[in-house]
């Protein structure tokens, strides 16, 4: 809210193309405007007599916060590295560079430029597991959090291809306050292999193992983004 002056010994005060509000003095709030802009004021007093003049809301443009994330997609072992950080090379990942601006009066907006990235190479050896993290049609969602942890919006978007792509989104709304985290997420599980002893084949032996949620964290007041923490199993 923007706070426009303060005002005494009125009956009723009038802010063009606003509203009119009644009162005796005090303050006016009205909506953070997305564009500076220059209001017009009529304060009227009980006799009917009136006084005019303009006040001025500069409009800051919303912060935004630039940050090269890696999210994993597949690890030939458990699922412990996927929640590690630094990040390790025995997981496979797709590379973004995410820009968020998620500041308070205004919508929350994301560019994300996804780069190029190799398929995950499962190899014929049997692993005794392998983690798979958005997969089975999951998406991957993005959530724009307070300081109280009230999720304020948010959106989803599919794991890029292999060659990248572009992915912008917009906010329909202004947030009521700025985000202090931004949080990525999705589902993950585990498949159990085991080599059969007469065959010598690696089968599934048991579909979807375990899993849960995975979730990445980004500070907007860093930008220092990190991969968990591990989270309960939820199967």
Do not use: K
């Amino acid at each position: 809210m923007v706070n426009t002056r303060s005002v005494r010994n009125w009956r009723y005060l009038s802010i063009a193309g606003i509203g009119t509000f009644p009162g005796t003095s005090g303050f006016v709030d009205i909506a953070q405007p997305q564009a500076t802009t220059t209001y017009n004021l009529t304060a009227t007093s009980g006799c009917g007599a009136s006084s005019s003049a303009q006040t001025t809301v500069v409009a800051s443009p919303p912060s935004a916060t630039t940050v090269h994330i890696d999210l994993p997609f597949f690890s030939p072992t458990s699922s412990g590295p996927l929640f590690q950080n630094p990040n390790q090379n025995v997981v496979s990942r797709f590379p973004g560079d995410y820009t968020i601006s998620a500041s308070a009066g205004s919508p929350a907006s994301a560019t994300i430029q996804f780069g190029a990235y190799s398929p995950a190479v499962l190899g014929n050896t049997c692993f005794g597991t392998q983690s798979f993290v958005g997969d089975d049609g999951v998406p991957w969602l993005v959530e724009f959090i307070a300081s109280d942890n009230t999720v304020m919006d948010g959106f989803t978007f599919e794991r890029a291809g292999y060659t990248g792509s572009t992915l912008t989104w917009t906010g329909s709304s202004p947030l009521p306050q700025s985000a202090t985290l931004v949080r990525i997420s999705t589902a993950y599980y585990t498949n159990r292999y085991a080599i059969d002893r007469f065959t010598n084949n690696c089968d599934l032996v048991i579909d979807h193992w375990h899993g849960g949620p995975w979730q990445g964290l980004l500070d907007m007041s860093t930008g220092v983004f990190t991969n968990g923490p591990f989270l309960p199993q939820t199967y």
